[in-house]
């Protein structure tokens, strides 16, 4: 993948009905109420409870850092000029190529906006040579599952025990993959 000619601290991705744009001080109420939402917690690494400190550091240091640094293109979802998600390309190095991770706010959840987001982002590595996309959900997370069929993604195994749970067990993932002719 060749990122030489991004910039990764201002770029924005558009599809039909999205805008996956740089988290901006404006998301931390968005961002605070999305996240504490049960599934979110259950499905994903943010902190639990989820404070409002949490969300300020997410949306002002955590997501701009990580685009400076290069390691991820992590966007706030938009529709309609509405914040409803979250999504991000992690440029993980190694063979699996880079992983696709998304989470939509309850309040707009059904809309296939994590598929369309998944796709957009997977599309936006393509056309810089990424040879493949991963993403990995919960083998028990169904609506993640469907989203990235939906979005064209295949699964290709179980990576067993590789998710650590709040209460110390752990848990398998279903590993999916993107290529740019599927
Ligand atoms: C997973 C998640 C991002 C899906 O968001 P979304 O925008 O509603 O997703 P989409 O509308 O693109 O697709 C959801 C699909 O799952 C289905 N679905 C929704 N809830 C479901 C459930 N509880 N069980 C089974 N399928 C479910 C929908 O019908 C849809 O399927 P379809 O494409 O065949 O119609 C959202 O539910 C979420 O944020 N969950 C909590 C965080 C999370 O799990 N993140 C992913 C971590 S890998």
Known sequence: MDLSHVDLA????????????PYRQDDVDAVHEACQDAEIQRWTTVPSPYTRDD??????????????AGRALTTAIEADGRFVGSAGLHFTPGPLGPAVGYWVAPWARGHGYAAEA???LADWAFTRGAARVHLTADVANAASQN??????????????????????????AALFSLLPGD
Do not use: C, K, M, N
């Open 10 to 21: 201002t770029e924005v991705v558009r599809t039909e009905r999205l805008v996956l744009r």
């Open 118 to 120: 998944a796709r957009a």
């Open 147 to 172: 989203a990235a069929r939906r979005a064209g993604f295949l699964q290709e195994g179980v990576i067993r025990s590789s998710l650590p749970y709040r209460d110390g067990s752990r848990g398998d």
């Open 55 to 68: 969300a300020v550091q997410f949306v002002t240091i955590t997501t701009g850092s990580a685009r400076a």
